[in-house]
Structure formats: structure tokens, C-alpha cells
């Protein structure tokens, strides 16, 4: 797939995911990092897009323990949570 392609799919499937909530985590996490990304940590992105919005929002504030395939560089820079913009 076209890497261009493959992004605005990825940015798709990241700012829509059910609640306003699931989105601006895993949204803004994309739109702040993604430039970034190796191929690798396109396709862990990716991969991990598969998984229940409630599992990655715990495993991103640590409400819930993350399981080892998660627990990384990514997932780390997913915990900072530096990248919500909490609207006013």
C-alpha cells in the first residue's frame, strides 16, 4: 500500500474510534507522532488499532496493566498523554 494511503488511513481509523474520548487520545497521540515512525512502529500502530478503545485508553493511563506485546517505546510515549488537547 502507497505510504501516503496508508497514512490517511491510519489518521481515519485513530480519530474515529466511538467516543470523543477514545478519540482524542488516540487521535492526537497519531496527528503528534506519526511523522516520526519507523515502518515498524507504523505497523505496531497499526496492529495495535485492532484492539478494544477501553484496553488502549487503560493501558495508556495505566488503569489496567498492559500485556508485554504493548509494553515498549510506544507505549510509553502513549502514556505521557502530553498530545490531548482537551477542548475549552
Not at 6 to 30: N, Q
Not at 39 to 68: K, R
Request: net charge negative; with cysteine; hydrophobic share 40%.
Amino acid at each position: 500500500m502507497d505510504h501516503a494511503i496508508r497514512l490517511k488511513r491510519l489518521k481515519f481509523r485513530s480519530w474515529h474510534r466511538g467516543t470523543r474520548e477514545a478519540d482524542m487520545m488516540i487521535g492526537g497521540f497519531f496527528d503528534t507522532h506519526h511523522a516520526g515512525w519507523s515502518a515498524a512502529e507504523l505497523d505496531w500502530f497499526e496492529t495495535l488499532l485492532e484492539e478494544q478503545d477501553v484496553d488502549i485508553m487503560g493501558w495508556a493511563i495505566g488503569s489496567i496493566p498492559c500485556p508485554p506485546q504493548w509494553d515498549g517505546p510506544m507505549m510509553q510515549a502513549m502514556r505521557g498523554l502530553n498530545y490531548v488537547q482537551v477542548p475549552e
